[in-house]
Nanobody
């Protein structure tokens, strides 16, 4: 399984960015796809997750109301739309995937990871 993330970049505070992550090598019949992020010198933290069936989602409190996760099951792709970005959102963003339906928020629960894409929010 390969996860390819894209869409990172630099943006001013209050701006928006969209990330995407395409899964290849395997069709996740029933899966959860998620985004995590890791700021310099900090642990990797959960951002958002989405279940394949019904599109049920979960968000970290720090991004609720600003970020939106979605997925295209036909394309095995997950998206993260980030609005009202803040300097503290600066991090490397990773997509992750696992089989099943539980929206875990722990890094250890996800066996498949993408390479990460850098998001910088700065004026």
């Amino acid at each position: 399984v390969q996860l390819q993330a894209s869409g990172g970049g630099s943006v001013q505070p209050g701006g928006s960015l969209g990330l995407s992550c395409a899964a290849s090598g395997r069709n996740f019949g029933s899966s959860v796809m998620a985004w995590f992020r890791q700021a310099p010198g900090k642990d990797r933290d959960f951002v958002a997750a989405i279940r394949q069936s019904r599109g049920i989602t979960s968000y970290a409190d720090s991004v609720k109301g600003r970020f939106a996760i979605s997925r295209d099951n036909a394309k095995n792709t997950v998206y993260l739309q980030m609005n009202s970005l803040k300097p503290e959102d600066t991090a490397v963003y990773y997509c992750a995937a696992r089989e099943g339906s539980i929206l875990y928020q722990r890094v250890s629960e996800y066996p498949h990871w993408g390479q990460g894409t850098l998001v910088t929010v700065s004026s």
